[in-house]
């Protein structure tokens, strides 16, 4: 991948949270930067200030949502000189179509919502 749809998707991917409850989408947008490999499993998510300033969300909205993916077993946080939130290896195995529950499936379907349009936009600008 070559320098400029990187950054293209990397301005894609780090817009502001828009609509809807910021904590869900803020918490769906770390989810993408994973699964698009922004940040690889091992690698450290940037800063919370950082993740507030790009998503135009409060510093707790953020802190919120690494805690729900902590949670769900996305990311670990590491305190100390080397700390941060880190991406676990490996990242977990999306569930199938059988295996979701009719509870989650508004949750892939907003993540979907997420996930396509930027997929599109992005295919869209390669030649």
């Not at 000189?81 to 977990?92: A, I, N, S």
């Amino acid at each position: 991948m070559t320098e400029a749809p990187l950054d293209d998707l990397r301005r894609a991917v780090y817009r502001p949270v828009r609509s809807g409850n910021a904590l869900e989408d803020t918490t769906a947008r770390i989810v993408q930067t994973v699964r698009l490999g922004l940040v690889a499993p091992g690698e450290s998510l940037p800063a919370e200030r950082e993740l507030a300033a790009m998503y135009g969300v409060s510093r707790d909205t953020v802190r919120e949502a690494i805690r729900e993916l902590s949670d769900a077993g996305w990311l670990e946080t590491r305190r100390g000189r080397y700390g941060g939130t880190f991406v676990v290896d490996p990242v977990p195995r999306p569930a199938g179509p059988a295996e979701v529950a009719a509870g989650e499936l508004d949750d892939v379907i907003a993540l979907r919502g997420v996930l396509e349009p930027g997929a599109a936009w992005a295919a869209a600008g390669r030649t």
